[in-house]
């Protein structure tokens, strides 16, 4: 629903360093743009998933 993903949305781009955040309901993947030369461990990503209610199946990090 637009409202879980809202909260979702919110929780991780509450994490410094995290510059902006987009899900795909339908293939269930949140996509997390980090801000220049910031660095975001993977923990801190999880928690805050975890904290919003949702569990973490996997993380990919792409280079751009």
């Known amino acids: 629903c637009s409202f879980c993903v809202f909260g979702l949305e919110k929780k991780v781009s509450e994490i410094p360093g995290v510059a902006s955040v987009r899900t795909s309901l339908k293939r ?22 975890k904290e919003a209610g949702y569990e973490v199946d996997e993380i990919e990090r792409l280079d751009s």
């Open 28 to 49: 269930s993947i949140l996509t997390i743009a980090l801000e220049p030369g910031a660095e975001v461990s993977d923990a801190a990503l999880e928690q805050a998933v």
